[in-house]
């Protein structure tokens, strides 16, 4: 079964520190997403990605975020100087281009910012 | 304003009993809902989705109920196994293609 594969599992960075977390969703799924879980909490959207650009982003998604889809198969999630509260799991997901379409998760990025 | 939640934190059953997780929504226009299940170290993982247009739908071993009247979500496991333990969430999807997750409820298995 197709699945969303991110890469590294864990990454370990120093506060101010840029890091780029990667994904390559599922093949032939058009919308992606970003999503972040601070432990034992709920998981937050952060931004969905359609036709090369954002689609909607939330209020977590300053301007130190960005995504980018550099070729035909990886998405990537940027955050440009990270903070403590940047100490996260970051998920990726993606789903098929029409509406009510169930979002597929990767088994996400462990981040800590130190 | 936007909010999903789940009225128990933790539910423990007996190995071979059924399940029910149950979630609150209080946004809309709701017109989608996802179960997801999250294993320790893993993403969410997809279960079930229902379409506001619905009230029940059925998988394998499971079922999830909509009651739009009072705004209520509930996944039904049946014959709950070991390997059903994990974290569930319930997500909601209005008009934009964002998911809005609920807090979640771990399912702990007595064997």
């Known amino acids: 079964e197709p699945e969303v594969t991110q890469t590294p599992s864990h990454q370990v960075t120093q506060m101010g520190q840029e890091v780029i977390l990667r994904c390559v969703p599922i093949?032939?799924?058009?919308?992606f997403y970003w999503y972040r879980q601070i432990l034992g909490q709920k998981v937050e959207f952060l931004v969905s990605?359609?036709?090369?650009?954002?689609?909607?982003k939330s209020e977590i998604f300053d301007d130190q975020f960005s995504v980018e889809r550099p070729d035909g198969s990886n998405f990537t999630l940027k955050i440009r100087s990270t903070k403590l509260e940047d100490s996260a799991m970051y998920f990726c997901?993606?789903?098929?281009?029409?509406?009510?379409?169930?979002?597929?998760f990767g088994d996400g990025t462990r981040l800590s910012i130190l | 304003g936007e909010s999903v939640g789940l009225h128990l934190p933790t539910l423990s059953v007996q190995e071979g009993d059924n399940s029910i997780i149950n979630c609150a929504y209080s946004?809309?226009?709701?017109?989608?809902f996802i179960w997801y299940k999250q294993e320790s170290g893993k993403g969410p993982q997809f279960i079930i989705d229902?379409?506001?247009?619905?009230d029940k739908r059925q998988g394998q071993r499971v079922t999830v109920l909509l009651n739009k009247t009072v705004k209520h979500l509930s996944l039904q496991i049946a014959a709950t196994q070991p390997g059903d333990s994990a974290v569930y969430f319930c997500a909601e999807n209005n008009s934009s293609y964002k998911l809005i997750f609920g807090s979640g409820t771990r399912l702990l298995v007595r064997p």
């Open positions: 997901a993606s789903s098929e281009p029409s509406r009510n379409q169930p979002q597929h």
């Open positions: 990605f359609y036709n090369n650009e954002i689609s909607e």
């Open positions: 093949s032939n799924h058009l919308y």
């Open positions: 946004n809309s226009p709701s017109d989608y």
């Open positions: 229902i379409r506001s247009n619905m």
